[in-house]
């Protein structure tokens, strides 16, 4: 569902993101995780169409998302780490604006749907405050509902827990979960790595935009028990940090070497 192909972002002479290669397929929870200034944020950029790469492809569906940006966003929601949302209108408002966009809405009881969803995050009785006046929390629900209030085959989600309340991000984690369980793609960056140990499928762990390991927790646990000097059966975050710091070694070796 969604196909990156030697995806590189350059900015002037820095590189953002190096020949990233990956693929999420249906039915998966993919965590992308890294430190700050890794590359998770460019690369969902570029794959909802916000940052256009330097070289490579990135799919949705089957659809480029720079040669058919259309069909590409149609089929994806997208929970961004700073989402906008039009702080005049109120919380109905706003989704019935959003359920409106989506062609594949028509002949659903939207109305329905969004009580749904507002009961579910217990926003049912500031449905018709202005979104303005919304906690950063309770923004952050509704833009959960609005990207999943269309129903699409993928979810990009960016960061999803800042703000929430620990009941709400149980709800979330859980939502992700059964998401992925009903068949769809679910690409998730995060930087909480229990999270990810949680729930995600398959992770890969960038660094300075380059993959340093990239599968399943078990596959990444046999990477750094036999390449690393790690442990059978060790939590993601000793994977995680021995990755990162193995990698910091190493360009140390090759500065030096220079």
């Given at each position: 569902?969604?196909?990156?192909?030697?995806?590189?972002?350059?900015?002037?002479?820095?590189?953002?993101?190096?020949?990233?290669?990956?693929?999420?397929?249906?039915?998966?929870?993919f965590g992308l995780l890294g430190p700050n200034g890794a590359g998770k944020t460019t690369t969902i950029r570029a794959v909802?169409?916000?940052?256009?790469?330097?070289?490579?492809?990135?799919?949705v569906a089957g659809h480029d998302v720079w040669r058919?940006?259309?069909?590409?966003?149609?089929?994806?929601?997208?929970?961004?780490?700073?989402?906008?949302?039009?702080?005049?209108?109120?919380?109905?408002?706003?989704?019935r604006f959003v359920a409106s966009l989506a062609a594949h809405?028509?002949?659903?009881?939207?109305?329905?749907?969004?009580?749904?969803?507002?009961?579910?995050?217990?926003?049912?009785?500031?449905?018709?405050?202005?979104?303005e006046t919304y906690s950063h929390g309770m923004r952050q629900k509704l833009t959960i509902i609005a990207a999943l209030l269309p129903e699409p085959g993928v979810l990009i989600v960016d960061e999803p827990m800042v703000g929430l309340d620990p009941r709400a991000a149980k709800q979330v984690r859980e939502l992700f979960q059964d998401?992925?369980?009903?068949?769809?793609?679910?690409?998730?960056?995060?930087h909480s790595l229990p999270l990810a140990e949680a729930v995600a499928d398959r992770i890969a762990v960038l660094d300075r935009g380059r993959v340093l390991g990239l599968g399943t927790l078990d596959e990444l646990r046999e990477l750094t028990r036999t390449g690393h000097g790690g442990v059978e059966?060790?939590?993601?975050?000793?994977?995680?940090?021995?990755?990162?710091?193995?990698?910091?070694?190493?360009?140390?070796?090759?500065s030096g070497a220079a």
């Open positions: 569902m969604i196909e990156i192909q030697g995806y590189h972002k350059r900015y002037g002479r820095h590189v953002a993101v190096h020949d990233l290669s990956l693929t999420v397929r249906p039915g998966e929870l909802v169409g916000l940052t256009r790469p330097s070289g490579g492809s990135v799919r058919e940006p259309l069909l590409a966003k149609a089929a994806f929601g997208y929970i961004p780490d700073r989402p906008y949302l039009y702080g005049k209108l109120t919380g109905r408002e706003l989704l809405t028509t002949g659903r009881d939207v109305e329905r749907d969004i009580e749904r969803w507002l009961e579910f995050f217990s926003l049912e009785h500031f449905g018709n405050e202005l979104v998401y992925a369980a009903r068949g769809r793609t679910v690409l998730l960056t995060t059966g060790e939590s993601l975050e000793r994977i995680f940090f021995r990755l990162v710091e193995e990698e910091e070694e190493q360009r140390r070796r090759e």
